[in-house]
T-cell receptor, first 115, second 111 residues
């Protein structure tokens, strides 16, 4: 158990809908990262927040947005969902703001299925 | 910018050794290695910073060759518990704030 929690564990929804994925980092961590993992692909970095501020963006679609709240939990909002958005979404947290020696601790993931 | 991992998959018998490579077309500052078992979250193994250092985690070690822009992960005397998909995550400059992950190498260790 990494200490990172994600809810819900599974989510099934229809195309065109909007969903919110939630992540609570380890108690000592200030950074939160979001990743998407599809069947045929590795981990795709989406976005990184540090202490409430966006630090880096990866291949995140405009239909997706995220935020980190004052209590440091984070939410990833996915809207106008398409079949191709079906994937495992991981949240990870780390102590600092992306230091090269920072270990990222991954949560159990949310499996999103878009029908 | 995504690093390239090879091989894509490897099957081992218990006690055998294997090497997984992670190559980049850009200069690397650090390489992070993770292992993911089926249906679970990736688990951190080790970080290597530029400088050609080697590190170890149980009987798993890694090296980082800056000149070749490559890192290698060595599985020595493999155990059943080593089965899983290994990912390398690369950083191109200090404090890059994001990792680019390779497509993964699936390792199957059989008794």
């Amino acid at each position: 158990d990494s200490g990172v929690t994600q809810t819900p564990k599974h989510l099934i929804t229809a195309t065109g809908q909007r969903v919110t994925l939630r992540c609570s980092p380890r108690s000592e961590d200030l950074s939160v990262y979001w990743y998407q993992q599809s069947l045929d692909q590795g981990l795709q970095f989406l976005i990184h927040y540090y202490n409430g501020e966006e630090r880096a963006k990866g291949n995140i679609l405009e239909r997706f947005s995220a935020q980190q709240f004052p209590d440091l939990h984070s939410e990833l909002n996915l809207s106008s969902l398409e079949l191709g958005d079906s994937a495992l979404y991981f949240c990870a947290s780390s102590l600092r703001g992306g230091s090269s020696t920072d270990t990222q601790y991954f949560g159990p993931g949310t499996r999103l299925t878009v029908l | 910018q995504q690093p390239v991992q090879s091989p894509q998959a490897v099957i081992l018998r218990e006690g055998e050794d294997a090497v997984i490579n992670c190559s980049s077309s850009k200069a690397l500052y650090s390489v992070h290695w993770y292992r993911q078992k089926h249906g679970e979250a990736p688990v951190f193994l080790m970080i290597l910073l530029k400088g050609g250092e080697q590190k170890g985690h149980e009987k798993i070690s890694a090296s980082f060759n800056e000149k070749k822009q490559q890192s290698s992960l060595y599985l020595t005397a493999s155990q059943l518990s080593y089965s899983g998909t290994y990912f390398c995550g690369t950083e191109f400059r200090s404090n890059d704030y994001k990792l680019s992950f390779g497509a993964g190498t699936t390792v199957t260790v059989r008794a």
